[in-house]
């Protein structure tokens, strides 16, 4: 139970220390249940992302090399029910239906990641370059421009090529700053003419912090109190020699962008009175989005990192910090190095003081922290189980942004939220609440003064969600992941966001409120089509295990069974449904 002040009606943030007395955001006012009507700036961007690893399948054909996530999900107990991203959603194949279904929801612009080892199966470019690889990139991006549909392309959306993990350690050694700047010179020679956006890193955080000190990520390194800090080290070098590459090599002719994008949760205080839980809320947010966004804006470590790891790695007896340090040269080298900064986005937590023991031998970037994490039992959670939503704290990261880093041009990377569920709804109105109030917190921040040019939806297709495999969806397209054909289903969410993105905003009450009334009602058939696919799928299933004696009871279970509950309760529900809706007229 949280501290009955977490709930009072102003949750006063005083946490930036160093905020000025003429920042136009009040963060003393009150207005979290508030809804704001009206329309986003002429020319804002409107899209939906993915990533490689997770959408495209053909993890082995045309001669790809293997990434760390082939390798990783393929070890047994790695992935929920063992899951690989193998033939995921099959986007490889897929790239026209895909791009109709972007037109479809009206995107002006769609993120989507370059697999590396697609492109150099070793990851070392003088070994060899997959020309094929090549050609589906250059396909995907000319038939999204000739749908008038904008590229914003990430070059690392986690997939390191294997060889680079196995040969040098992966993220853990200096040389990979020299293999991604000739990967992304590459794609600058050879998609650049035609691609405007790029993003080096998709969320470095947990490329550090889940690949290499927790273990729960590719490669499933655990190298507690070190491996992450050296690993993303090397990430911010890398960025920023890309950068450089791209600016004084590409960017007179090309006339692109680079930036990054940097996930970061919101950090409230549990008690607003206390001076400490204040000060870890702030830690809370330096240690998260501070870490890479504060070396790129002002060339160094967040000061509170470089205390905190210092006096323990002190603490320790080591001689010194754990934390790595730029020389002189490499801040003023790494300072500036972002056109536009992408902020993905899920949640938020209260924070509160947590003095953590500095022994050695429990030493890592958690415990370095010295905080708790607490949230609100209030908070919706329909899925993902750290993702809560809390629309207000969106408001206060994107103004945080703003004072700390200089108000520079942002675009929303990542949004969105998951369900978890054994039959899935298609009448998503959790997903639709979740989208209404968040996008609505960035429309409020906009008046506030941030500088945020454009939103990409997380995600347009359900897909392989890493160590939870299938288990949760983000899309809001429902993909049939026991289809070999991976069909695709829209949720009412496509509606609803479709209209958004038409408006370009929130027009007035009763318009907003009646999208949603028109999504649902289409959604009922939606589920009415996907209940006949899986009443075809699970009629197939059982003629395939009457001619499988082999076949185990825990199967019959999985494959029939369930199957056919979903089926029945997606019937039901659009039977129900449709009833209700009479009923109303």
């Known amino acids: 139970m949280l501290p009955r002040c977490a709930f009072s009606v102003c949750h006063v943030l005083v946490l930036v220390l160093c905020l000025s007395s003429a ?31 997770q959408t495209e399948g053909a993890w082995d054909k045309d001669g790809k090399g293997l990434s760390i996530w082939d390798v990783f999900s393929h070890k047994k107990g790695k992935i929920q029910q063992n899951d690989t991203g193998d033939s995921s ?3 490889y194949h897929k790239v026209k239906d895909d791009v109709s279904l972007m037109k479809e929801l009206k995107l002006n612009h769609y993120r989507f ?3 590396w080892p697609r492109l150099i199966p070793t990851g070392i470019k003088s070994d060899h370059i997959n020309e094929r690889g090549i050609q589906y990139y250059d396909d995907l991006i000319n038939h999204l421009l000739e749908n008038k549909i904008t590229p914003i392309v990430t070059l690392y959306h986690w997939d390191l090529p294997q ?14 700053v020299n293999h991604f700047n000739e990967f992304a010179n590459l794609c600058f020679e050879r998609f650049g003419n035609r691609v405007k ?9 947990s490329v550090a912090v889940e690949g290499y000190e927790t273990g729960e990520h590719a490669p499933g390194l655990r190298l507690r109190g070190t491996g992450a800090y050296r690993a993303a080290h090397h990430i911010i070098k890398a960025h920023a020699k890309v950068w450089h590459s791209y600016d004084t090599q590409w960017r007179a002719k090309q006339k692109g962008l680079v930036g990054i994008s940097l996930s970061g949760d919101w950090g409230e205080p549990v008690d607003i009175s206390n001076q400490k839980d204040i000060e870890a809320a702030e830690r809370y947010v330096q240690f998260y989005l501070g870490w890479f966004a504060t070396p790129i804006f002002h060339g160094d470590y967040p000061q509170v990192m470089k205390d905190f790891i210092g006096r323990k790695s002190v603490q320790q007896g080591l001689g010194t910090s754990r934390l790595p340090t730029f020389s002189p040269q490499e801040k003023s080298y790494i300072k500036g190095t972002c056109d536009f900064l992408g902020i993905g986005h899920f949640t938020t937590r209260y924070i509160t003081q947590k003095n953590n023991p500095s022994a050695r031998s429990s030493s890592n970037y958690f415990t370095d922290r010295d ?3 607490l949230v609100d039992p209030r908070w919706p959670d329909p899925g993902s189980e750290w993702l809560y939503s809390v629309p207000w704290g969106f408001r206060r990261l994107l103004n945080f942004v703003k004072i700390q880093y200089g108000n520079p041009m942002v675009y929303v990377t990542e949004n969105g939220v998951s369900e978890k569920m054994l039959c899935t709804e298609l009448c998503d109105e959790w997903r639709i609440q979740y989208f209404k109030d968040y996008i609505n917190e960035m429309l409020k921040a906009i008046k506030d003064g941030v500088n945020v040019k454009g939103y990409t939806a997380w995600s347009l297709l359900d897909k392989f969600e890493w160590d939870e495999g299938y288990s949760e969806r983000f899309g809001f397209y429902y993909v049939d992941f026991r289809n070999k054909n991976k069909p695709r289903y829209p949720k009412a969410s496509v509606q609803f966001y479709k209209r958004i993105i038409s408006s370009n905003g929130f027009p007035n009450q009763r318009e907003v409120e009646n999208w949603r009334r028109k999504a649902v009602e289409t959604c009922s058939s939606s589920n009415q089509l996907l209940a006949a696919e899986e009443q075809r799928s699970t009629a197939a299933n059982i003629l395939r295990l009457i001619h499988d004696p082999l076949t185990s009871h825990m ?8 199957p056919t509950v979903c089926t029945l309760s997606i019937l039901l529900s659009a039977i129900f449904l449709m009833f209700l809706l009479r ?3």
């Open 555 to 562: 199967e019959m279970v999985t494959e029939i069974v369930v």
């Open 89 to 91: 959603c099959e986007g």
């Open 23 to 53: 920042e136009d955001f009040d963060w003393t006012k009150n207005d979290h249940g508030s809804f704001y009507y009206g329309t986003f700036p002429a020319g804002f961007s409107w899209g939906a992302g993915s990533s490689a690893y």
């Open 163 to 176: 060889v680079l993990q196995e040969k040098y350690g992966g993220w853990q050694n200096i040389s990979m």
């Open 583 to 585: 009923r109303r007229n």
């Open 371 to 373: 905080l708790a994490e």
């Open 113 to 115: 990641s370059i697999s």
């Open 197 to 205: 956006y790029w993003i080096t890193f998709n969320n470095p955080w």
